[in-house]
């Protein structure tokens, strides 16, 4: 029997590398969560028993110091920044008419399932996506349906080598399925579950796909069965794996795993930093040549009063300052170099000392890496959605997914499109239908370009103008009545003012 629970080579070398991602993407609180993961004990604390006993003087003085420091959240706001930059404007996903209603487990439509993939490859740069069949569908609703699993939930996978295959594509997934399960109507229980996707032969040595679902941790063949709709099965595994720069199995690196190791160090940084600043109002009043016992109990600060031999002494020992001001430097320089990296990067203005020539390239380069991003997640929906295809009967070449990659755009203001209009009037090669296009990339329009010269021809045929309301805003079109004093023409059947054309003498 096999052990579903084995991984793969990849997966141990990069999990260190998703947990740090994971927890630096959820912020302070699983950071700090971790404890002595990311934040380990001084030597002092681990003297005082750290490691020997949960209430020893080490874990206490633990507790306080990591509850001291501070977690910067810059590979949230990362995240954030970049996604919203990414789905500023919709995906256009056009599909066959009856996988329409293909949604995600849970409901989701499918551009909300392309800004999760998006989301998964800046945090850990792997995500996988399967179709699966509703179990027990009603009519008209045997359509697939798609679940999304984290990278740390794809434990082990085979594409062969390429020798065997080429192109090489997925002999068999393991995904951990693991989850909690209510007992007893309030308990819960976690049970180890999970889902085998392989590639088998049939009878006439086709690639033939099959599933199972296991509890626990052994692989019985038995538990296989092969998933069909209207008897149609499938000869590949219905499971794409997302990479941040690729579609295939093999593993990539965090796209933003340097900042997660800024920010840990920023943390240890400022664990240290804080420490230092508590000790300094932590001074140790120390007696010289006192005759205390050790269960003597010393009070010091108004209305106390201590007992010194002659010649004796007191005084405040503490913790020397001159080093904090290095240390609040090191986090500066750290904190810049995060900001740098994280949504400060993405940032299209032009900050102080920095070069048009500088800045065109730092923003050029985040742009391809957010380019590289959001094709490689189109890519795979759409690889996804064509298999969906055939298991549907459809035509896989209906299937597309385009992402947007217009990111960052700024307002379309009045002054630029005048601009854009004397240029093309002096001669700059534009047509009227580029500066169109600009105008419904930046949404100032949701027509067409042959919708909107229509709508402007009916217009001008209405005789309908823009007139200024009484606070100088544009009011509602009007009809351009040529007798209406206020456009500036004087009436033309005012009572004894002759019309028409006048001899001239």
Not at 154 to 173: A, C, Y
Not at 183 to 194: A, Y
Not at 289 to 295: P, R, S, T, Y
Request: with cysteine; hydrophobic share 35%; glycine share 8%.
């Amino acid at each position: 029997m096999s052990d579903l629970s084995a991984k793969h080579p990849q997966y141990t070398d990069v999990s260190q590398d998703w947990k740090l991602m994971r927890d630096a993407y959820k912020g302070e609180r699983a950071v700090k969560k971790k404890g002595a993961v990311h934040l380990p004990p001084t030597s002092a604390m681990i003297k005082d028993g750290f490691f020997d006993k949960a209430d020893s003087d080490g874990k206490k003085a633990y507790d306080a110091y990591v509850m001291r420091a501070r977690f910067p959240n810059f590979v949230r706001e990362a995240v954030q920044m970049a996604v919203g930059m990414m789905h500023s404007q919709p995906p256009i996903i056009k599909l066959p008419k009856v996988m329409e209603k293909i949604r995600g487990i849970r409901g989701e439509p499918l551009h909300q399932i392309l800004r999760k993939i998006n989301t998964e490859q800046l945090i850990t740069g792997r995500v996988g996506l399967m179709a699966d069949l509703p179990i027990k569908p009603r009519p008209g609703e045997d359509i697939p349906c798609l679940s999304m699993y984290i990278a740390e939930a794809i434990g082990n996978w085979d594409d062969g080598t390429t020798e065997e295959v080429i192109p090489q594509k997925l002999k068999f997934v393991v995904l951990d399925e693991s989850e909690h399960r209510l007992q007893d109507g309030f308990n819960w229980k976690k049970v180890d579950k999970f889902r085998v996707l392989i590639l088998e032969k049939d009878e006439q040595g086709n690639d033939l796909y099959r599933q199972g679902v296991f509890e626990g941790t052994q692989y019985d063949p038995k538990g296989l069965m092969t998933p069909q709709r209207m008897g149609q099965s499938l000869d590949e595994l219905p499971f794409v794996i997302v990479n941040s720069c690729d579609a295939t199995a093999e593993v990539d690196d965090p796209p933003l795993l340097d900042l997660g190791n800024i920010c840990m160090a920023i943390y240890r940084g400022e664990a240290d930093y804080r420490q230092n600043l508590f000790m300094q109002g932590q001074d140790t009043f120390v007696t010289i040549g006192g005759n205390f016992d050790e269960g003597d109990k010393v009070r010091i600060g108004a209305g106390a009063r201590i007992d010194l031999p002659q010649g004796g002494d007191a005084k405040y020992v503490g913790v020397t300052s001159q080093g904090l001001s290095e240390q609040r430097q090191a986090l500066e320089r750290l904190e810049s170099r995060a900001g740098s990296m994280g949504a400060q990067t993405l940032d299209t203005t032009s900050r102080e000392r920095e070069s048009g020539d500088s800045l065109r390239i730092r923003v050029a380069a985040r742009t391809a890496d957010m380019n590289q991003i959001v094709e490689t997640g189109a890519f795979a929906l759409e690889n996804l959605l064509k298999i969906c295809a055939k298991w549907m009967g459809e035509n896989p070449e209906e299937v597309q997914v385009t992402p947007n990659k217009e990111f960052g755009e700024q307002a379309l203001d009045g002054q630029t499109m005048v601009e854009m209009a004397t240029a093309r009037n002096l001669g700059f090669p534009i047509s009227a239908k580029s500066m169109h296009n600009i105008a419904r990339k930046r949404r100032l329009t949701e027509l067409t370009f042959d919708e909107e010269i229509a709508e402007a021809k009916k217009e001008d045929e209405e005789g309908f103008v823009f007139k200024k309301g009484e606070n100088g805003d544009m009011a509602d079109s009007q009809p351009n009545n040529p007798d209406d004093p206020a456009n500036g023409k004087k009436p033309s059947n005012v009572p004894g003012q002759k019309t028409g054309a006048q001899p001239t003498k």
